[in-house]
């Protein structure tokens, strides 16, 4: 609840500020980048982005390939990659750059990070306030942790699943999509708040607040869907 408020206050600050000035931009700059896996077991990544459109997807050969385009140029996004161990850790953020004003269609910022989809990843993607396509069926996923923020967001785990893992959802404001693959165990238990939910594929547990198909129970993977609303409109969806 205490980042929905925060959520609420940015968008309202956001529509305040474009009524005033316009933020300075620059010419849409591209900056490629490439991060070797190195000699561990598992990777922690942590994805922060505060505005702007973030895809993100696997099929690469290092750990991360990366393409970042963005036209303010304290916005450049930070890359920090340390082995501890047998265990990789991942930063990709958003600086708070100061900027003059508030981001319109005048503003630049994407990015594409393509991962490896052979390492095991404890993934945790914060979204600020744009457009997340989060298509992340193929990666090793042990655990993933998504927070969207103020608009759209797909996240399609469809693929080829290795073993269980857990999920995390935090709602924002908006709408986001859940794509779940078949011929696993699914359960889903969600917590809407005032936002919706609408669930397919799926049947109720009982009088919990849980979801589960047939499969649940007796598969030999099983994934796991805590989900948290905000303000907007869930949907959760079993197959494409």
């Given at each position: ?5 925060v959520?609420?206050?940015l ?16 010419p849409i ?17 942590d ?7 973030l ?9 991360l ?8 140029e ?6 920090i ?13 958003q ?20 991962f ?6 404890e993934?945790?993607i ?13 990666l ?17 785990l ?16 908006g709408k ?11 359960r ?8 919706s939910?609408?669930?397919?594929g799926?049947a109720r ?12 129970g007796?598969a ?13 409109e ?7």
């Open positions: 609840m205490k980042k929905l408020t959520l609420l206050l968008a309202g600050l956001f529509l305040l500020a474009g009524c005033i000035n316009r933020v300075a931009v620059g700059q591209t900056e490629v980048q490439s991060v070797e896996l190195g000699d561990v077991d598992s990777v922690r990544v994805v922060q982005m505060g505005v702007g459109e895809n993100v997807s696997g099929g690469q050969a290092n750990l390939d990366a393409e970042f385009n963005y036209n303010i304290s916005w450049r996004p930070e890359v990659y340390e082995q501890r161990g047998n265990i990789g850790e991942l930063q990709i953020t600086p708070d750059g100061e900027i003059n004003g508030i981001p319109d269609d005048d503003i630049h910022y994407n990015w594409d990070l393509i490896l989809n052979d390492v095991p990843l993934l945790d914060d979204l600020g306030v744009g457009e997340g396509n989060l298509t992340l069926g193929d090793y996923l042990q655990n993933l942790v998504v927070d969207t923020g103020v608009g759209e967001t797909t996240i399609d469809t693929g080829d699943v290795r073993e269980s893992y857990n999920v995390r959802i935090n709602g924002g404001v986001t999509t859940v794509y779940l693959p078949d011929g696993v165990g699914l889903v238990e969600a917590s809407t708040g005032i936002g939910l609408v669930v397919n799926l547990d009982g009088d919990s607040d849980g979801y589960t198909n047939e499969a649940y007796s030999d993977v099983t994934l796991t869907l805590d989900i948290s609303g905000g303000i907007g869930i949907t959760v969806q079993v197959g494409r």
